[in-house]
C-alpha cells in the first residue's frame, strides 16, 4: 500500500490536512452566507476523511481516481472562494495562509492521480499481452 508513490502522496496530504487543522487559525470570513469558522473545520474534516478513504482504496483504482478528482474540486472551489474573498477586501493579507492548504492539497493530488493512471495503464497493457 505505502510502497505506491501515489499512497506516498495520499498521506502526505493527510498529514499536511492534520497539521492545518491543528495549527492554522480559525478566522471568520463575513462572506455572504459563509461567516463562521465552522466551514474551515469541515473543510479541513473532508479533506482528511476522503485523502484516508482514498489511501485506504488502493486495490481499487478507479474508485481512487474518483475520490482524488472530486477531491481536487473541492479544493478547488475552497481556492477560488479564498482568492474571491480576499479580492473583495473581506480577508487580509495574514488570513492568506489559509491558501497554502488547498494549493498543497491540489498538487498532491494531481501527484497521485498521475502515479494511479500510470498504474492503470501498466496493468491493461499487462493484460493485452495475455
Known sequence: MIQRI???YLLLLA???VIGLFFLPFYEFSLIIFSTAVLLKVYIAQSIALSIFSLLLFKK???QLWINRIQMGIQLLFTIF???AWASGRI???HLIWLALPLHAIVFLFLAN???SKDEDLIRSVDRLR
Open 15 to 17: 498529514i499536511f490536512s
Open 114 to 116: 498521475k502515479g494511479i
Open 61 to 63: 483504482r478507479k474508485v
Open 82 to 84: 479564498l482568492i474571491y
Open 92 to 94: 487580509t493579507d495574514t
Open 6 to 8: 501515489q499512497s506516498l
